[in-house]
């Protein structure tokens, strides 16, 4: 909701010696005022409608969207600045209209960034089922086609999702990782919580299965070794807490936390003084980098994938010597237990991030941007 509320009246220009960052006013359009008024109440078909009206209308202006005033700021400022190229990020998938819209009139080369994929993702094709939603996304599919198509290259997060991308717009793609921020690196390391704890960091998606890191606590509390599993800010999705919860036992509801959000700097605390994350693969679906996997690996500690993916995640934490992966409740158990060995020996825990930390580093978002420096300067 906090995201569709109106703010600002008027621009705001910071300047940094190589850099400027132009803060625009945000009018909630069509869509979001519907949102606001009956998104989540008993009247959401009159959301839905506004729906169609919003991805109709977008085919011919974004006048009516909550980014009606950025094509005309942009073209005031392009005529002045004359960039070389713009990059141009979605999600908003509307803003994509931006570079299309530009590209038109003053032909300049734009690069369409996608940090999750638009038309062609799998949670999208998987809600297609009813007319209307199916009516929306063939639309959206053919926008997407008619912007991006003007694009020189695409980019997005895993191989997976540009190859995706690349084929159904059909421009070539570059993978750029979403990274961790380098300055994760030199935090000072906080005392260790008294009892062994694992953390899920982050919202919880309905794909995800917790059939199995729950068998493997119940095993573990069953045999006289219970850990404490919070979800740390899996409450933020009120569906989500109801699910975890509802899949307790009562003995097993002592040892899982399901907490709300807390502010970053808070976040990183509380993991710093955890044993050991959790990762869980996404269903069937493939190519997810997820992004807490990136501040997983810069606090550089043990993550166990249950289950693991079989995929990006999975690659990534076997190349940096931080993973531990099950695929059933004998490997979760194992897994776990293997951990706190490494806890019990000092030695062995040091070299295993004293390793990571040579490995991680093309993980880094600094590393990950040279690759976009050189796709942009070609």
């Known amino acids: 909701m906090d995201t569709k509320i109106s703010l600002g009246n008027e621009v705001e220009v910071q300047k940094f010696p190589n850099y ?24 959401r078909p009159v959301f839905l409608l506004s729906k169609i009206i919003d991805v109709f209308l977008a085919q011919f202006t ?31 998938f509307y803003l994509f209209r931006l570079g299309y819209s530009l590209n038109r009139s003053f032909g300049i080369p734009w690069i369409a960034d996608y940090r999750d994929d638009w038309s062609t993702n799998e949670l999208q094709m998987e809600k297609s089922g009813w007319k209307v939603r199916k009516w929306i996304a063939e639309v959206e599919s053919r926008l997407e086609k008619k912007w991006v198509k003007t694009s020189e290259f695409v980019v997005s997060v895993s191989d997976h999702y540009t190859k995706r991308i690349s084929n159904f717009i059909g421009r070539p793609g570059i993978t750029v990782q979403n990274g961790f921020e380098e300055s ?8 260790l919580l008294d009892q062994f704890t694992l953390v899920y960091s982050g919202i919880l998606y309905p794909s995800q299965s917790l059939d199995l890191i729950l068998g493997v606590l119940k095993r573990l509390i069953d045999q006289g070794k219970p850990i404490r599993l ?34 970053r700097e808070d976040a990183l605390t509380f993991l710093e003084r955890s044993h050991a994350f959790l990762g869980m693969a996404y269903g069937l679906m493939k190519g997810i980098p997820s992004s807490k996997l990136y501040e997983y690996l810069a606090l550089q500690k043990p993550v166990i994938l249950c289950p693991t993916d079989h995929d990006e995640m999975e690659r990534i934490l076997k ?36 390793q990571a930390r040579e490995k991680i580093m093309v993980y880094s978002r600094f590393e990950q941007l040279q690759t976009l420096a050189a796709a942009i300067n070609k």
């Open 184 to 191: 994760l690196l030199d935090r000072i390391g906080q005392p």
């Open 230 to 263: 919070v979800f740390l800010g899996a409450a933020f999705d009120l569906k989500e807490k109801k699910r975890i919860l509802a899949l307790l036992d009562e003995n097993m509801r002592p040892f899982v936390e399901v907490r709300e959000r807390i502010p």
């Open 319 to 354: 190349d940096t010597g931080l993973g531990f992966f099950a695929k059933n409740q004998e490997e979760g158990v194992e897994a776990i237990l293997k951990i706190m060995e490494l806890y019990e020996q000092p030695s062995n825990f040091m070299k295993i991030k004293h």
């Open 62 to 92: 974004l006048a009516f969207t909550s980014f009606a005033n950025f094509l005309p700021y942009l073209t005031k400022l392009v005529s002045s600045e004359i960039p070389d190229k713009l990059l141009i990020s979605g999600e908003p």
């Open 20 to 43: 400027e960052v132009h803060y625009l006013p945000f009018k909630p359009g069509i869509l979001d005022r519907a949102y606001l008024k009956f998104g989540e109440g008993p009247l």
